[in-house]
């Protein structure tokens, strides 16, 4: 099946730094990927939508500007959590949908960041 | 709205089966997943129905009902390892997932 990875699997920062998470689709084309946040025993909350090339589209309520999307090339998109906070404690977990497929995503293994 | 239901917990017993229900609403439909998730993982794959009927995989099978907005999870022959949250996601007519809160199953022996 696809592989979706994503670094670094644990980040524990200080508050006000900025956070990098990178997710990579190692064996096919993602031409969407989807950013979403866990907080424990909750379920996945959609954070945005990037396709390779073009904005990402934010859900309601995530604030762009704190939640950098990058999808610069069909393997590769970035989150870049900004002037992060101990509230932006959280589970992160990216997935992909690649070019043959309308409908399934493939996951990441997750992103556990902890803000002091 | 979309809206998706599912039991927030379930207990059931080593060896036997477990049933959960998944009932949903979405601006149109395609289809609708399970995914199994261990505390602390990412989601993996379980099953995908997008027509009326049972689709068995192993020991677990994935059943749709779309005149009723149904669909539930059966798990046989329930292992230790099979402890764990069980989320259901409907596709809407955008193929967004719309994911229900998950299921904790806990496996008793």
């Known amino acids: 099946g696809a592989v979706v990875s994503q670094h670094p699997s644990r980040v524990i920062c200080k508050s006000g730094t900025s956070v990098k998470i990178e997710c990579r689709s190692l064996?096919?084309?993602?031409?969407?990927m989807f950013w979403y946040r866990q907080f424990p025993k909750k379920s996945l909350m959609l954070m945005a939508t990037?396709?390779?090339?073009?904005?990402?589209?934010?859900e309601q309520g995530v604030e762009k500007d704190k939640f950098l999307i990058n999808h610069a090339s069909l393997t590769l998109s970035t989150l870049t959590v900004t002037s992060a906070h101990p509230e932006d404690s959280s589970f992160y977990i990216c997935?992909?949908?690649?070019?043959?497929?309308?409908?399934?995503?493939?996951f990441g293994p997750g992103t556990r960041l902890t803000v002091l | 709205g979309q809206n998706i239901d599912q039991p927030t917990e379930m207990t059931a017993t080593e060896g036997a089966i477990v049933q959960i229900n998944c009932t949903y609403q979405?601006?149109?439909?395609?289809?609708l997943f399970w995914y199994q998730q261990h505390a602390g993982e990412a989601p993996t794959f379980l099953s995908y129905?997008?027509l009326d009927g049972l689709e068995e995989k192993g020991r677990f099978s994935s059943f749709l009902s779309r005149s009723k907005g149904y669909s539930y999870l059966l798990l046989k022959e329930l292992q230790m390892k099979d402890s764990a949250s069980y989320l259901c996601?409907?596709?809407?007519?955008?193929?967004?997932?719309?994911w229900g809160a998950g299921t904790k199953l806990i496996i008793k022996p």
């Open positions: 996601a409907a596709t809407d007519s955008n193929y967004q997932l719309i």
């Open positions: 129905n997008v």
């Open positions: 064996d096919f084309q993602a031409t969407t």
């Open positions: 979405t601006s149109g439909f395609n289809g």
């Open positions: 997935s992909a949908r690649g070019t043959g497929s309308d409908y399934e995503q493939f």
């Open positions: 990037s396709n390779e090339g073009s904005k990402a589209t934010y």
